[in-house]
Structure formats: C-alpha cells, structure tokens
C-alpha cells in the first residue's frame, strides 16, 4: 500500500498538468480547427461533440486519479481534498449531464425548420449550455493551474523538510 500511495504522489502534478495542458489543446487548438475547416455546421458539431465526449473520459480518468493522489498523502489539506473534489465532480457533470444536453439540442435543432418557432428556443437553450460550458471551463483550467502551484509548493516544503 505505501508504495501505491507514493506512485499516486509522483503521479499527482504529472495527472494535474496533464490535464490542463489537454483542455488546453482540445479548447484552443483542437475543436476551432475543426470549426474553421469544416463547411457543414452540423458535421461541425457531430466532431465536436465526439472529441468532447471522449475527451469527457479523460477528464474522470484524470480527476479519480488526482484526488486519490490527493488523499495519499500523509497531511491532508482540507483545500487540496476539496479541489480535487471539486474537479472530479465538475468532470462527471460535464459526462453525464452538459455534453448530453449539448448534443441532444443540438440534434433536435438539425431536425426542425428555420422557420419553427422552437427553432429559436432550442438555439437558445444549445448557446446556453455553451456558454456555461466555456465558463466552467475556464474555471476549471484556472483551477488546475493553481492547483499545480500548490502541489509543487508543497513539494518543496517536502523537500526542504527532508534536507534539513
């Protein structure tokens, strides 16, 4: 067990920078690539949602891992414990509930007529989800990036602590 709890520590700032540098690609290079190259919006969004739902995975992956991490060390921070938390829940609401509300209105919206009154409301309610979705997301990457400070600064104390 104390050498699991040790590989998780390693693995805690790699996982956190990972995962940052990531959302990163997939946010800033990746899914505008796929937008600026692509003539037909609804093949547009199909990708986009595909990389988004696979990439969601990661994303679970990722924050089971940092809070396991988190928790295999010896003195706890209620901070630490909470953040990483935090991530992981943020990571489930993006699998199971934002990516599928994203899709389904998106679906529903290629199915009805311009014209249709719901037409409106449903591009309403997909912007919408968008929107929450790139603020939770820019609050998740400036999440990750703090946390990454704070585990290296606590890497250091540790490291202080052990040359002296």
Request: glycine fraction near 4%; include cysteine; aromatic fraction near 12%.
């Amino acid at each position: 067990m104390k050498t699991v709890n040790c590989i998780l520590k390693e693995l805690l700032l790699p996982f956190i920078l990972c995962w940052f540098f990531m959302s990163v690609l997939v946010d800033v290079v990746a899914i505008p690539a796929v937008f600026r190259n692509i003539s037909n919006l609804e093949e547009g969004g199909k990708i986009g949602m595909i990389v988004f739902g696979r990439f969601n995975c990661f994303e679970i992956f990722f924050g089971t891992f940092i809070l396991l991490g988190v928790l295999s060390y010896i003195e706890k921070s209620k901070l630490m414990i909470l953040t990483a938390l935090s991530l992981l829940i943020l990571s489930l609401f993006y699998t199971f509930h934002m990516t599928p509300m994203i899709a389904q209105a998106s679906v529903k919206i290629h199915q009805i007529s311009v014209n249709d009154a719901l037409y409106e409301v449903l591009k309403k309610q997909q912007n919408d989800y968008h929107m929450l979705y790139r603020s939770l997301d820019t609050v998740k990457l400036l999440v990750l990036l703090v946390f990454a400070i704070l585990v290296i600064r606590l890497n250091i104390k540790k490291d202080q602590k052990e040359c002296a």
